[in-house]
């Protein structure tokens, strides 16, 4: 018994519809890894008021900083910003900052963002970036989560042979073959 020439049509058709699919982006070889950390990540909101720009951020640069940003915006001079001014504030911060941006939120809903609620979220990501408690932010503190200082690169002789990082040999977890 021969197959149904449209059997065969149909198998030709399949075949030659999963050779042509590439696989997606993210697990081609050449495709760079996406960076996690989307304009320089949590870090990149407080390296804005590094005045000195030493690298190294104190919490009175900090608080200097936000209390100027804040009087920038208070534009009717009474310690508190309508929705109006929040609106065009989180405008500016999407532009700069797309998906990383922190809204300005009128967090007890009274009608009025004064700078408790203005500076929230940038005196606790300092909180939360400060480790060792010392008032200050270091370069090695502010720099983003799962990054590696830039002068880790390994020697070529240390890239096995499909380019990554890993022992030399087999890499993985495999011993090298036999």
Sequence with gaps: MRPSP???LSALALAACGGARQPPPWMRAAEKPRDENYHGG?????????ANHDGTLTRDEL????????????????????????????QARV??????A?????WNQDGCIDY???????????????????GKLTPKEL???????????????????????GRRGGGGGNPPPQ
């Design 95 to 100: 532009d700069a900052d797309q998906s990383t």
């Design 6 to 8: 449209l059997i065969l």
């Design 102 to 106: 922190t809204p300005v939120m009128d």
């Design 116 to 134: 408790t609620e203005f500076s929230a979220a940038p005196y606790s990501l300092f909180d939360q970036l400060d480790t060792n408690h010392d």
């Design 143 to 165: 720099q983003p989560a799962g990054a590696k200082p830039a002068d880790t690169n390994p020697a070529p002789d240390q890239q096995n042979q499909s380019g990554r990082r």
């Design 63 to 90: 608080i200097s900083g936000l209390k100027a940003e804040f009087a920038s915006h208070d534009t009717h001079h009474n310690g508190c910003l309508d929705a109006e001014q929040a609106d065009a504030i989180n």
């Design 42 to 50: 949590n870090a990149a909101m407080l390296l804005k008021y590094d």
